[in-house]
């Protein structure tokens, strides 16, 4: 048995890299299938192929870069961020087309968790391709951490998304909140609601704005985060946190565009201050089948998440606009001196519209914020 960690040329690690980069392509049209990336190189080790799973039910990565390499990948090399899928579903399996395309080798970052794709790196090596195995995982699991953390954690995988001005409020003093960001970034939150399966907000939010909580994507919108299917798939459900129940049922999320859960403490189970027990909400969401909530509002809920450190990613809009007063975008995080601050590792930063689109993620998992 070879000692050490996986063994790659410095061509193959630039691979896994591009790779890595091009399965954010993805990121809302590919739900609830993995991101994966996929680099081809020919025999000689120049880049002949690139490709990325575009959307779910479409080809995957694999033979998207296969099908730009063409007869050039034969006697070459795969480099895949996600081990690949040796099962028929809605395609075929990636190992059969690697094999036919005459791939000699095959260079994978993460093995797929999954127990019913799983297996394709033993089937590519039983059929005397070399496969190597652990290649930038770190960097590639991070990637995919959004369809990676529900096998882990056996929990979905959370995103809160706020909107804020540039002094951190999420309404005016007079709690008026519309709109705090431009036309453009509305509507790319809605192309986030459109890839997850879960919404989840608090009663707070629904007693005080009504929100519908649907995704509703302008068939106008352009841009390579509409490519796919995505106006095709079902509403996420639809989970306001109700301690008390006190979610009316003349609310809008009553309506008949989606499913709705008023998910209360006497269902869910409470923590000793009597309100919903988040976990066992996440856990009773992961038996459900859901696998990616967005966690919408307001700020106490946002801070009982950050508490009990089940918030993974943070997606903020923040408006080039100052309120001076008025309620902030999180309430209570547990973080009662400098020293319990809650770091992130900033992942991505662009414009949309006016306003700046901000996506992180916690450095570590802030288990000293959860309440015992």
């Not at 352009?222 to 306001?240: H, I």
Request: aromatic share 4%; proline share 7%; glycine share 12%.
């Amino acid at each position: 048995m070879r000692r050490g960690g996986p063994v790659a040329s410095p061509g193959e690690l630039a691979a896994m890299r591009r790779a890595v980069e091009l399965s954010l392509n993805g990121a809302y049209t590919t739900p609830p299938n993995p991101d994966v990336g996929c680099v081809i190189l020919d025999a000689t080790g120049a880049t002949v192929g690139e490709g990325w799973h575009e959307h779910a039910g479409g080809p995957h990565a694999e033979v998207n870069a296969l099908a730009q390499a063409g007869e050039r990948a034969r006697g070459g090399t795969a480099v895949v961020t996600l081990e690949p899928c040796d099962h028929t579903g809605r395609t075929g399996p990636c190992t059969h087309a690697l094999l036919e395309a005459g791939i000699a080798r095959v260079v994978v970052a993460v093995a797929d968790p999954n127990p019913v794709a799983a297996g394709g790196a033993a089937t590519l090596r039983a059929h005397g391709v070399d496969v190597e195995a652990g290649v930038l995982e770190d960097e590639a699991s991070t990637a995919n951490a959004r369809w990676l953390t529900p096998f882990r954690t056996h929990r979905p995988f959370v995103v809160w998304k706020f909107a804020a001005t540039l002094d951190g409020r999420s309404a005016a003093a007079d709690g008026s909140s519309r709109w705090i960001t431009g036309p453009e970034a509305r509507a790319d939150v809605h192309r986030l609601r459109a890839a997850v399966d879960t919404v989840v907000a608090g009663s707070g939010t629904v007693l005080a704005d009504d929100p519908q909580l649907t995704a509703r994507l302008d068939p106008s919108d352009a841009g390579p985060a509409d490519a796919g299917p995505a106006g095709e798939r079902p509403q996420p459900l639809r989970v306001v946190v109700d301690s008390r129940g006190r979610t009316p049922a003349t609310a809008r999320v009553h309506d008949d565009q989606a499913a709705t859960w008023i998910a209360t403490a006497a269902e869910v189970g409470a923590t000793p201050d009597g309100r919903v027990d988040l976990a066992k909400l996440l856990n009773a969401l992961y038996e459900q089948g859901r696998r990616y909530v967005l966690l919408e509002g307001g700020p106490t809920l946002a801070g009982a998440f950050w508490q009990a450190g089940l918030v993974d990613r943070v997606v903020g809009y923040v408006a080039p606009a100052l309120l001076g007063a008025g309620p902030a975008a999180l309430h209570d995080a547990g973080v009662g001196t400098i020293a319990d601050t809650i770091r992130l590792d900033v992942t991505d930063v662009r414009t949309v519209g006016p306003d700046l689109r901000i996506t992180a993620t916690p450095r570590e998992r802030p288990q000293d914020h959860r309440k015992a």
